[in-house]
């Protein structure tokens, strides 16, 4: 039977509409869907593949350094909610309700978790005696939901979203601030070794930091339209949340005493940056750890030697089977050329094209999609080469996301260079800063950038603050942000 | 410091109060926790564990066969809940509705999912176009709520409970009623492997079976109190959902029909059955493979010998590390004995005893959780002893277990008998019947016992119904059931 070859496409330029190519390359390429309710959206099988990828590379790093996981509900009783009135504030505006079950209304409001806090807080308050209960690092992986009335964007801004939670209880400062590296460290090795994708790591201005939190650090990346979007987080507490939960413990002297407690966080938000790094204008291009297929092999037919391609191309598969996560693409009735321009939209890394000639130099094409390069590859050496062209291909999308990145992060020495910049080449402006909150506020309202984080490496700054000229006392990042 | 050695003891009989036995159990062990939501849980780092690692098993059996993952949203507007009638007079009783998010009311009301029929039919109906999208085979790992009014119990009936749900849609109707054996063969497989608990396999009965499906079949547990317990499920919807939701596809010859659907599910439900099974008066006992810790070294000290005895300890500990979750408990403090008590309360399958004389011998002592059996093995050797002794303990688990259950079917000739056995014996009764709903209703309104399942391994049974006395057309299990 005769097959429609209409053949999906991306419409959109990543260079000249990016929104748009975004939108396009995320439904087109099956990576995820709208769905009934707005603002939440279906995470078809290879976004949720990568989604657990991540899930399961940063869970086996954190049990490596003793924290554990855990499931606390969904639910959480207003009252509870309120505990921490910074925190509350935070979130209220954003707080999806329950007000009936059955056919029954409830006589307390309960929130659907935007996050875990103060139900976790609780129970620890709970199970906390001793020093000798401490440290207490319990993780969860769930979904939170956060009613923004921004207009969502997949992946971007998703109301309910995908994400890690970790919560932590320290007998002392120094402790819990000491995790703060350790926790970001895991989350830059992930980014690095699994979605290629760097970040610039830094502190919070205490105007940008999270409800509750007393320090809060980010990793920030630059999209490919020069806007910041913030990656995973990690929060320093202080005691807010112990003197509100009660979180008390009997120290080695005797004495009850507040713990000190960080919150951390990587969300399927990470999600979108892979896909707006790499993608590129014929669609999603996936590192290979985080390809729902890696290898796609497509037979080449000619008349009558369909049985001999087939039997060369199953003996392929079957050999990369056992290493990698390969298709073969025999589907009847489809053209060589559409079967390329689907998978190549679907980001595969590694195309095997089988015809005639091959067969006949015992060889298989292989096309890379970060590259187009093509070279003939020995049927005998297979598995070696391809294992090399995947590390390749993850090192050359890294590489590139980190010039890319490099080439996007400017310095500001005035006020009207600084509002150029961000007019003409976008991305992140590094610029010094008084640390006066009245100076972040009025830059942010006369340019619409805010400080994205102050970055942990600070460079030699000039001494006067970009916006007041008087002392600065760091070097903060500035961008436009998602 | 001194230490409290207050400790914690199971002080329910399982032989004589199960219910209380069960919840101190779970609560005093710390596998869960009540929470400030009535019916809702926390699953403390070992249940977690236990439902990770089950997840993690079966998501690579489902993945092998061609099931894949997604994660479609948490709310269901109520419109698309109500789309397929039966099912959803089945579900609204138990409903939790989002009315207002921040401080809007919304103009539809969002349900919480209870199961996601609805909204993942609803995409089912986008994406699927043509014999070719077909099967689709898709599955989701995630939270569901259902708002019962009954009497919560944690894990056997909590408002939000874990589970997968998969969804299947097939272009014909022999291939959707294949794949029952094949999930419900992952299931038994994981079951037996993992929780070390079988299970009884069955047809639901037209009034006890899934709301929307045509048959519904189950795996059927007995606990320890002789009621009992539902366990994962696979039900074939027919065309009910294909029909509401319009999921419709072009055939061969090219005519547009619906397509036939399953649903199937396993829950954290199963752990409840896990605990109950194999636990004792002392505590939790957990199969090596879903075990948190499954080897707990506890070294006794002796005026002097401290430092000796941690190093030894210390070099089997770093030996055993790489092969399994093991605990090095040298809590400063504690009594041997109390440690003894603290881990055998917690199920850790083997303990290792280091103290003088075993240092001497070369060898430490082991005591097994499930027999209570104590052993030297020599230091040289602990790994592979330690390996077979896992072994060991797992399938004594499963062979206890199903000689439980085997002792805990009963058949029954008449329904004095019947009555008889369900009062005394307790269990699951094997009767025959004549599939008339008015006899299963009212066996159920004068003896609680409802239909189980009726098991597909059907044995020579009498001719006439237990009840009416009519022609038997099957053999059907009875049980009192949670």
Request: proline residues 4%; charged residues 30%; hydrophobic residues 35%.
């Amino acid at each position: 039977m005769a097959v429609d070859e209409k053949v999906e496409r991306i419409e959109a330029r990543k260079s000249e509409n990016f929104s748009e190519w975004y939108t396009q390359v995320l439904i087109r390429t099956g990576f995820v869907d709208y769905s009934e309710v707005s603002g939440c959206i279906v995470f078809k099988p290879p976004a949720y593949f990568a989604w657990q990828t991540i899930m399961n590379a940063i869970d086996a790093e954190f049990k490596e350094v003793g924290i554990e996981d855990t499931y606390f509900p969904l639910l959480i009783p207003e009252k509870l909610l309120a505990k921490e009135s910074e925190h509350f504030e935070g979130f209220i505006p954003e707080v999806a309700w329950v007000t009936e079950t059955g056919k029954t209304k409830l006589d307390e409001r309960l929130a659907i978790r935007p996050t875990s806090e103060t139900i976790m807080y609780r129970s620890f308050s709970k199970w906390i005696r001793s020093w000798r209960d401490l440290p207490l690092r319990y993780n969860q992986w769930n979904n939170v939901l956060r009613w923004e009335f921004k207009h969502p964007t997949p992946l971007i801004r998703s109301r309910e979203f995908l994400w890690n939670e970790g919560h932590s209880v320290f007998a002392t400062e120094e402790e819990a601030i000491a995790e703060r590296d350790q926790v970001i460290g895991i989350y830059l090795k992930i980014l690095k070794e699994y979605f290629a994708v760097p970040g610039i790591v830094g502190r919070k201005s205490n105007n940008e930091k999270f409800a509750g939190a007393v320090a809060s650090y980010s990793v920030e990346h630059v999209m490919p339209d020069g806007w910041a979007l913030q990656g995973p987080d990690h929060h320093y507490d202080g005691r807010n949340f112990s003197e509100a939960f009660d979180i008390k413990f009997l120290d080695k002297e005797g004495k009850m005493v507040y713990a000190y407690q960080n919150t951390f966080a990587i969300s399927s938000r990470e999600l979108a940056v892979l896909v707006a790094t790499h993608g590129d204008d014929r669609g999603l291009v996936m590192p290979p750890k985080l390809a729902y297929v890696q290898i796609v092999i497509v037979p080449i037919y000619k008349k009558d030697n369909k049985d001999r391609i087939d039997l060369f191309a199953k003996k392929v598969y079957e050999q990369l089977k056992k290493h990698f996560r390969v298709k073969l693409d025999d589907r009847d009735g489809y053209s060589p050329g559409y079967k390329y321009n689907d998978w190549e939209m679907k980001g595969v890394p590694v195309r095997l094209e089988i015809g005639e000639k091959d067969i006949a130099n015992d060889s298989v094409m292989s096309v890379r999609r970060d590259t187009g390069e093509k070279a003939p590859i020995k049927a005998s050496e297979v598995e070696h080469e391809i294992r090399s062209m995947m590390t390749a291909i993850h090192n050359n999308l890294y590489n590139k996301a980190a010039e890319f990145l490099k080439s996007h992060v400017h310095r500001a020495h005035t006020y009207d260079d600084f509002k150029m910049i961000l007019e003409e080449k976008k991305g992140i402006i590094t610029a010094p800063w008084c640390e006066g909150r009245e100076c972040e506020v009025r830059i942010k309202e006369e340019t619409g950038a805010k400080i994205t984080n102050i970055p942990v490496e600070q460079g030699k700054f000039a001494d006067r603050c970009i916006y007041c000229g008087k002392k600065a006392t760091c070097e903060a990042n500035f961008a436009r942000s998602y």
